[in-house]
C-alpha cells in the first residue's frame, strides 16, 4: 500500500511501525456549531482509509479529537449565557449524530482538550526545561520556535522566509514574544473565560498542545499516521510537530496525510465565509450516504466542489449499486436452482479479479474514485451476467462480492425499508399528542423526521394532512 507523505512529498509504501498494527490520528472540530460538509471531508476520508486498512487485516487504533476549548466556543456560551461545556456537549453529541448518518465509524478513543489538561501541563513543563518554550511576564508560555531546527519541514516552508516575508503567516505578534514565529503554548484567562491552575498562570491551552499530548496518550511518542484537512499543515501540524519532537526526542508521525478542500463555487467552504452547507441541512434533502459517496467520488487529495448537480450524481450512483443488490436479492428468493453450475463456478472465482482491482486502487493513496468505478464494473457485470437462470449460490457470490467492497467504503447498499403510510399515519398521531402535551421541541422533531423522508405536513381546518414531496 502507498500513501502520499505531506513531510516526503512523495507517494511511499507504508510500512507501520508494529506489522499488522497502524496508529493513527486525525484532527477533529471544533464544536461549537454543526459541523459543514467541508469538516465531514476528513471524516468520511479517513474513516474509509481505517476501513481499507482494517480490510487488510491490521488492527487499526484510530484517535481523533474534540477541540472543546476555543474562542469560538467561549464566545457562544457568553451569547447564550451557558457554560463552555455545555456547548461543546450539545455539538459532540450532535457531530456524534452526523458522523452515525454518514456511517463514519466511531474513533478508538475521541479524546477532548479539557479532560486532559493535565498532561498539556506536564509536556509545556518538559518544553520549558529543555529550554524549548518560555513564560513571559503575564504568564503566557511560547514555544521557542527558532529553537527546533527543523521547524517547517511538513509545509515545506523556510524559516527565514516566514519571518522576513508573509506576516500574514505569524502567529499574533505581540511584543512579549523574543521572536514573532514563537507560538503560543498556554495563555492566562480573559474575565468570564474557563480556566485552570498551572504553574505559570491560570489560563487554559493554546489549541496545537491538545494533539501531541493526546496522541502521545492514546496511541505513543512515534505514531504511524497523522492526518487533517491541508489547512492544518501550517501552523497546527508544524506546531505540533515541534512540541512532540522537541519533547520526546523522537518522530511524531511518519505519514503526514491531508485532505484537499470541499469547496462551493471554488472557494473553501468555511464558517467564517458563511459559503457552507451543515450536514444537518444535507440530511433533509439526501441520505447521508449520498453525501458520503459524493466525498468518495473524487480522490481525497484533489479539490471537490460541491454541487446540486453532483450530489443527484451521487443520488443516482449510489441507487445503481443498490438496485443491483436488491435484484440479486430478488434472484436468491425466487431461483429454484440451488447449487452452482461448473461454469458458474469458475466464473465465480473469477469475481476476485475486481477485489484485486479495488484494492490496487485503494493501495494507490486510497483512490476511492477509482475503487467506485470497480464497483460499478462489477454491478455492470451482475446486471448483465446474473439472470433467471442463474443459481441462487451464483447470484449470492456476485451480492456478496459487491457487498464486500461497497462496505470497505463504508456504503450500506441496503435498501432502506419503505416507509409506509400507516407508519406516517402514528407518526402524525404522535406529533398531535405532543403537542396538546405543549411538547413542541418533539413536535418539531416528528415534523423533520417526516419532512426527511419527503413527507410535508399540512395544517388544515379538517386537521393535519400529508403528502409525499
Ligand atoms: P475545524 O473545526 O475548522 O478545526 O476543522 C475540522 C477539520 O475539518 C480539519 O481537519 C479541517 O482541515 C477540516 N476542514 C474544514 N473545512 C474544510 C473544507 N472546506 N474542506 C475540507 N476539509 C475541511
Ligand atoms: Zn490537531
Known amino acids: 500500500m502507498k500513501v502520499y507523505n505531506t513531510l516526503t512529498k512523495k507517494k511511499e509504501e507504508f510500512v507501520p511501525l508494529v506489522p499488522g498494527k497502524v496508529s493513527m490520528y486525525v484532527c477533529g472540530p471544533t464544536v461549537y456549531n454543526l459541523i459543514h460538509i467541508g469538516n465531514a471531508r476528513p471524516m468520511i476520508v479517513f474513516d474509509t482509509a481505517r476501513r481499507y486498512m482494517e480490510y487488510k487485516g491490521y488492527e487499526v487504533n484510530y484517535v481523533s479529537n474534540f477541540t472543546d476549548v476555543d474562542d469560538k466556543i467561549i464566545k457562544k456560551a457568553m451569547e447564550e449565557g451557558v457554560s463552555a461545556d455545555e ?36 509536556m509545556i513543563s518538559t518544553l520549558m526545561e529543555k529550554g524549548y518554550a518560555y513564560a513571559a511576564e503575564d504568564g503566557t508560555v511560547y514555544f521557542r520556535t527558532r529553537k527546533f531546527s527543523e521547524y517547517g519541514k511538513l509545509s515545506h516552508k523556510n524559516l527565514d522566509d516566514l519571518r522576513g516575508g508573509n506576516r500574514s503567516l505569524l502567529v499574533s505578534g505581540e511584543e512579549q514574544k523574543e521572536d514573532p514565529l514563537d507560538f503560543v503554548l498556554w495563555k492566562p484567562k480573559k474575565e468570564g473565560e474557563p480556566f485552570w491552575n498551572s504553574p505559570w498562570c491560570e489560563g487554559r ?116 449499486i443498490i438496485n443491483a443488490v436488491e435484484n440479486l436479492k430478488f434472484l436468491i428468493q425466487n431461483t429454484p436452482v440451488k447449487e452452482m453450475t461448473g461454469e458458474e463456478e469458475k466464473e465465480a472465482a473469477a469475481l476476485s479479479e475486481y477485489a484485486a482491482r479495488f484494492d490496487a486502487a485503494m493501495d494507490d493513496d486510497f483512490n476511492t474514485a477509482d475503487a467506485i468505478s ?91 394532512k400529508w403528502e409525499r414531496a
Open 205 to 320: 491551552p493554546g489549541w496545537h498542545i491538545e494533539c501531541s499530548v493526546m496522541s502521545k496518550k492514546y496511541l505513543g511518542e512515534e505514531i504511524d499516521i497523522h492526518a487533517g484537512g491541508e489547512d492544518l499543515i501550517f501552523p497546527h501540524h508544524e506546531n505540533e510537530i515541534a512540541q512532540s519532537e522537541c519533547c520526546n526526542g523522537k518522530t511524531f508521525a511518519r505519514y503526514w496525510l491531508h485532505n484537499a478542500f470541499l469547496n462551493i463555487d471554488n472557494r473553501k467552504m468555511s464558517k467564517s465565509l458563511g459559503n457552507f452547507f451543515t450536514v444537518r441541512e444535507i440530511s433533509e434533502k439526501y441520505d447521508l450516504q449520498v453525501l458520503r459517496f459524493f466525498m468518495l467520488s473524487a480522490h481525497y487529495r484533489s479539490p471537490l466542489n460541491f454541487s446540486a448537480e453532483l450530489m443527484e450524481a451521487s443520488k443516482n450512483g449510489l441507487e445503481r
Open 374 to 464: 470497480v464497483i460499478f464494473e462489477l454491478v455492470k457485470y451482475a446486471n448483465t451476467n446474473v439472470t433467471e437462470e442463474s443459481s441462487a449460490a451464483f447470484a449470492e457470490a456476485v451480492k456478496a462480492q459487491i457487498e464486500q467492497l461497497a462496505d470497505v467504503l463504508g456504503l450500506i447498499v441496503e435498501k432502506k425499508e419503505e416507509f409506509l403510510d400507516a407508519d406516517i399515519e402514528k407518526l402524525i398521531e404522535e406529533r398531535q399528542a405532543a403537542r396538546k402535551e405543549k411538547n413542541f421541541a418533539r413536535a418539531d422533531e416528528i415534523r423533520d423526521i417526516l419532512l426527511k423522508k419527503g413527507i410535508v405536513l399540512k395544517d388544515t381546518r379538517e386537521g393535519v
Open 87 to 122: 456547548i461543546s456537549q450539545r455539538y459532540i453529541a450532535e457531530c456524534k449524530k452526523d458522523m452515525e448518518g454518514m456511517n463514519v465509524k466511531p474513533a478508538t478513543t475521541h479524546p477532548l482538550a479539557t479532560r486532559e489538561i493535565d498532561g498539556m501541563i506536564e
